[in-house]
């Protein structure tokens, strides 16, 4: 699915914690035909709200719900879907200025969304999936608003990203 169709769906998270399950479930879709299937069907938009219940529950067993999906949870979520195909999602640290995104560029750049967990004064806060790399810019959707925006490569080296609600990343979640 490219961006603009992403964008065309405006898929918003159902409620004020489930940013990480929704994204989740918009990677999964991506990822998986069969599954982006149910979201596309007719009655989609309920399905689309149950199941951000259902990934919230999954991956938050032990973690407190109220609190977000931890970046393990957000790796599991990501699993399910890649895992048929050969991959396996994983966790990082962002590493400030000297972070390359190396990894995170040619996730995307090869198919694969990267999940970005972003925050302010040290405090993680909302999770954004990236969909799409070309030319130094990131598209990234962000889950409150469902839209799909632009986002300068040097915006999240720097820690300055706006846009998406919270200026700097401070993890990724990327396939193996």
Request: glycine share 10%; aromatic share 8%.
């Amino acid at each position: 699915m490219k961006p603009a169709k992403l964008a065309a769906l405006r898929l918003r998270q159902r409620d004020g914690i489930t940013c990480g399950p929704t994204v989740a479930v918009v990677a999964g879709a991506l990822l998986d035909h069969t599954y982006r299937a149910e979201l596309l069907n007719p009655g989609g938009d309920t399905w689309f709200a149950a199941e951000q219940g259902r990934i919230h529950a999954s991956v938050n067993r032990i973690w407190p719900r109220q609190l977000g999906t931890t970046p393990a949870g957000m790796a599991r979520a990501l699993t399910a879907h890649s895992s048929k195909y050969g991959a396996t999602y994983r966790w990082r640290r962002f590493r400030g200025a000297r972070d390359s995104l190396a990894d995170v560029c040619g996730a995307v750049t090869d198919g694969w969304p990267v999940a970005m967990l972003i925050g302010e004064r040290g405090i993680p806060r909302h999770w954004v999936l990236i969909v799409e790399a070309a030319d130094g810019v990131l598209q990234c959707y962000e889950p409150s608003s469902g839209y799909v925006l632009p986002i300068d490569v040097a915006a999240v080296r720097g820690a300055r990203l706006t846009g998406l609600g919270f200026p700097r990343p401070f993890a990724f979640v990327v396939p193996e």
